[in-house]
C-alpha cells in the first residue's frame, strides 16, 4: 500500500460530518475546507500521503521544505454535528492513485462513523460570471431532497466529476453514507477564485449550521494562491522544458 | 488486486453464452449488449469496479452520483443457451488494468463455465458507410466455421483489435472457450452509430437465437449517447486546459 | 507478478546459448531470432506474457486472435552448442514492465544455465546506407576480446540501448554471464530491414557456428513486417483519433 | 518492491553526514558529488536500481554495457564527520518510482544513523548568470540558521523542488533529521553547468569541512556530460521517432 495516514492522536467526535476539500480546478476545495478548518480553529489529528501523488516538495516562505500531503482535522460541537475534515494541496497523479486515496478517505470516513459527507470542488465554465452558482451532486434523490432547501443549483447540466470529490461521493453512496458535491462554477482559468469559494461557503454555512463573517477570507485565499503560484510556475516550467527532455518509450533497439 | 466484482447475487445459469460489450469506439460494444439487456430483460447480479478505470464519476440527470463500473447480468432461457452479459461505460485507463480487467471477466467465464464467449466492438475506419459491415475474429479455424454461416464478414482487412474485447477474445482461446468478436464498421469519429449497432445487433439475434424487433433502439443508442457526452465534453474540458495544468516529470532540480 | 511464463515442456539443453530478439526498431531483433528459429526447425518450449504488453490482439491471417507473447524455443546440436531462444511480437509499455519482462528472461537464463547470452536489436541512424554495419555492446571486456574476431563494429558512437535487449545485456553482465548485443544498423523509419537483418544474421552465423543460406530470409521478412503493418496501422489510427479521445488527469474538479 | 539496493560490503561509517546527487537539471546534483566522491577516493559499497529508472542501458566507451542505477559510497575520517554519498545517471521515471526511491534512500539514512542531510540539484531560472547562487531549503528554521554562516541564498524565489532531493530533505525533515537541499542556479538548457557545479562546491566545502582545489573540476563536469550526452541524443530521437510509433490507449474496439 502506497498510500498511508499517519494519525498523531485519536479521534474525538461523535456522528461527525465529513468534509474533503483537495487541490484542484481553482483551487475552491482547498481554499474552502482551509477556511473552515482556521475560522473553526478545528484540531489537527493526522496527515495522509501517497507515493501517487506529483513528486514535488513545497519551499515555504521560512524556505523550509513540505512535502505533499492532505491534513486530517477535528472540530467538536456543543450545539451542532461535530466535524472531520480533509484539505491538502495534491490530489493524486494517476488514475489508479484517485482510487488507491478515495478508499483511504473512505477508511476514515468509516473509522469516525460519518453519516454525512460533503465533498467540495470547482466547475469550469470557461465564462467569468458575476454571481456563481454551486453545482451540486448527491448520493441519492432522498439526499437531493435534503439539501434542496439550500441555495444549491441541481439545474445544473455538468456531466461528471473528475478525482477525489466525485470518487468518494459515489463511494459514499455505494456504502450507504448520504451526501453531497458542491461545485462551485468558475471559469477554469484562475489561479484561484474568491468569489466561487465565498458562493460554496454559503451553502457549507447552511449545511454545517455555521456562522462565518468572511472578513478573512481574501487573506485565506491569498495564502491557498501562494502554495498554487509556486506548483504553476513549475508546471509552466516543465511545459517549455519538455520538449528537451521528453522521455517516451517509442525508439526501442 | 485494484479489479474487483461485487455480486449481488448467485449466478444460475447452466453452460450459458458469455457476452462483453464495453465502452469504446462509437460506444458500439455498449449499446448492443445494453440493449440486448434491456431487451430480454436480463437480471443483474453484480457490478466490477476497478482502479484503473479513469477516475470520473457521472452525474446522473437526477444528479445522484454513479462510478464508473461494468454491470453484470443473466438470462435463463427454456428452449435456447442461457446467457451472461458484462457491459458498462468503462474501460481501464493503462496497458496493465486492460490485462488486469479481462483477467477479472476471464474468471466469471469460467464461473459460470461458459462455453462460447461472444465480445462486441467497432473498428473506425474513417469512412461513413451506407451499410456497415460486422467484421469478425475468432478463437479458432473451428469456430470460423461455426459463424460463416450467420452474416459476418470473415474478408476484412482489420489487423488487429484494442482493449477488452480482444483481450478478453485472446484469452479464450487460449483457455480452451470457443468465441466470436464482432466489430460493427463505424466511421470511427461519431458518438454513437444506430447503423453500425444494429447490424451488430443482427448477427447477435442468429448467434443467440434471439428474435428482436429494433423498435426501441434509437432509444438505446440515445441514453448510451447521453453517458458519452458527458465523458466527452470532459475530455475536451481537459484538452484545452491541458497547457495550464500538464504534469510532467521533465523538470527534475 | 504480472508477467508469467508458461511452459509448455521441459528445457532439455546443456550449457546453450541463450538468444533473445524482440519487437523493436526496423523488426530487426524479432525478424532476426524468427528466422533462426524456423531455420533450425527450433523447438517451441514455452511462451511469456505480461500485463505490461500493449492491450493489442493481433487478428491472424484466418482471422483467428492471437495474444501478444514472447515465444521460447531451444535446439539441441551434437557438434555445437545447444541453443535457447526467446522472440516474439511485442515488449513492454511501461519502463516498469520493461524491467519486470527483462528480470523474468533472467529467470530463464538461470534455469537452462546459459554461460553466453547474444541479443539483438536495431540501431536507428536516421540515414539509409548500402552496407550496414553491426554494432556490439558487450558484457565486459574479456566478453568484447571474444568477438572482435567477428565481423562487428566495436568502434561505433551508439550511447545507449532502450529497451529488452539492452536490460538483458546489462543484468547478464551484473550476474556473471557473458555476452553481446547485436545492434542492426537501420534508417529507422523503416518497417522492416532486410538487409540490416542479413547483417546481423552473417555475425549470428559465425557466433552460434551456423550454416545459413539467407534463400528464405526474404519470406521471413515479409512475415514479421505483416505482424508489425497491423500494429502499425493501429498506431497510426491512434494518432489521428488522439485528439478527440485524449485522456489526461489536469482537469480535476 | 522494484526498488532494491545491493550492498558490496557493509558500511563502517559514524554519525555521518548524507550527501545525495543524482541526474537532474544541469547535472548539477550528480557532478558535485561525482566530484566529491572523486576527490575525497570515497570507497564503494554499494548500488541502487529500480524498475522505475528508465529502461535504458549504457553503453560506456569500452562498449560494455552498464544499467543505470545509484552508487553508495562512505569515507571515513579522522577530524571531521564521516561521509555516505549516493550519486548516479538516474532518477525515477514515474511518480510513484519517485517516492519508492525516495524512501529506499531513507532507509540507507536510518542504516548509517546520520543526523544530516544534503541533497543536491539545479533550479532552471532561464537566464544565464555570471555569478550563479546557490538556492537553499532547509529542513527547519533552526537548520536554516544553522547554514546562514555559508554562502547560500535564502533570500530566493524557488517554490518547489522536483524529485529526489526535494523528497528526501522533505522526508528528513519529518523523520527528525536536520538538511539542506543546495540547488545550483542554471540557465535550465545547459546539459552541464561548470559554474554552477563549483558554486555549489563551494558551498558544500565549507558545510562538510573539506580542501578543494578545483582543479580536476572540469574533466569531472565533462565526464559526467558524456554520459548525458548518450541519454540526450537518445531523448532526442525518440521524439523525432514519436510520431511514428506513439502508443497510447485512445483507440478502443
Given at each position: 500500500m502506497t498510500t498511508k495516514v499517519e494519525m498523531e492522536k485519536d479521534f474525538e467526535v461523535e456522528d461527525p460530518v465529513f468534509i474533503e476539500g483537495l487541490a484542484g480546478i481553482g483551487?475552491?476545495?482547498?481554499?474552502?475546507?482551509?477556511?473552515?478548518?482556521?475560522?473553526?480553529?478545528?484540531?489537527?489529528?493526522?496527515?495522509l500521503y501517497s507515493h501517487h501523488f506529483p513528486p514535488y516538495t513545497i519551499i515555504r516562505d521560512d524556505k523550509s521544505a513540505d512535502l505533499l500531503k492532505?491534513?486530517?482535522?477535528?472540530?467538536?460541537?456543543e450545539d451542532a454535528q461535530d466535524l472531520v475534515f480533509i484539505e491538502g494541496n495534491a490530489q493524486a497523479s494517476t488514475p489508479e492513485g484517485h482510487y488507491e486515496v478515495a478508499e483511504k478517505v473512505m477508511?476514515?470516513?468509516?473509522?469516525?462513523?460519518?453519516?454525512?459527507v460533503v465533498t467540495v470542488g470547482g466547475?469550469?465554465?470557461?465564462?467569468?460570471?458575476?454571481?456563481p452558482s454551486v453545482f451540486g451532486a448527491v448520493t441519492s434523490e432522498d439526499a437531493r431532497e435534503n439539501y434542496e432547501r439550500y441555495d444549491i443549483d441541481f439545474d445544473h447540466e455538468v456531466g461528471q466529476i473528475v478525482g477525489a470529490s466525485g470518487l468518494i461521493l459515489g463511494l459514499s453512496g455505494d456504502r450507504g453514507c448520504s451526501g453531497i458535491c458542491l461545485l462551485g462554477?468558475?471559469?477554469?482559468?484562475?489561479?484561484?477564485?474568491?468569489k466561487a469559494t465565498e458562493a460554496v461557503l454559503q451553502a457549507m454555512e447552511k449545511i454545517l449550521d455555521l456562522d462565518l463573517d468572511y472578513s478573512d477570507l481574501d487573506e485565506?485565499?491569498?495564502?491557498?494562491q501562494e502554495?498554487?503560484?509556486?506548483?504553476?510556475?513549475?508546471?509552466?516550467?516543465?511545459?517549455?522544458?519538455?520538449?528537451?527532455?521528453?522521455q517516451d518509450l517509442g525508439y526501442i533497439g
Amino acid at each position: 500500500m502506497t498510500t498511508k495516514v499517519e494519525m498523531e492522536k485519536d479521534f474525538e467526535v461523535e456522528d461527525p460530518v465529513f468534509i474533503e476539500g483537495l487541490a484542484g480546478i481553482g483551487h475552491i476545495g482547498k481554499t474552502t475546507v482551509s477556511y473552515l478548518v482556521h475560522h473553526l480553529d478545528a484540531e489537527k489529528v493526522g496527515e495522509l500521503y501517497s507515493h501517487h501523488f506529483p513528486p514535488y516538495t513545497i519551499i515555504r516562505d521560512d524556505k523550509s521544505a513540505d512535502l505533499l500531503k492532505n491534513n486530517i482535522y477535528q472540530v467538536q460541537r456543543e450545539d451542532a454535528q461535530d466535524l472531520v475534515f480533509i484539505e491538502g494541496n495534491a490530489q493524486a497523479s494517476t488514475p489508479e492513485g484517485h482510487y488507491e486515496v478515495a478508499e483511504k478517505v473512505m477508511d476514515l470516513i468509516e473509522e469516525v462513523d460519518a453519516s454525512e459527507v460533503v465533498t467540495v470542488g470547482g466547475y469550469g465554465t470557461g465564462d467569468v460570471v458575476e454571481d456563481p452558482s454551486v453545482f451540486g451532486a448527491v448520493t441519492s434523490e432522498d439526499a437531493r431532497e435534503n439539501y434542496e432547501r439550500y441555495d444549491i443549483d441541481f439545474d445544473h447540466e455538468v456531466g461528471q466529476i473528475v478525482g477525489a470529490s466525485g470518487l468518494i461521493l459515489g463511494l459514499s453512496g455505494d456504502r450507504g453514507c448520504s451526501g453531497i458535491c458542491l461545485l462551485g462554477e468558475t471559469p477554469g482559468f484562475l489561479l484561484s477564485d474568491p468569489k466561487a469559494t465565498e458562493a460554496v461557503l454559503q451553502a457549507m454555512e447552511k449545511i454545517l449550521d455555521l456562522d462565518l463573517d468572511y472578513s478573512d477570507l481574501d487573506e485565506k485565499v491569498e495564502e491557498s494562491q501562494e502554495v498554487l503560484k509556486k506548483l504553476q510556475n513549475l508546471q509552466q516550467k516543465q511545459k517549455s522544458d519538455q520538449d528537451q527532455q521528453q522521455q517516451d518509450l517509442g525508439y526501442i533497439g
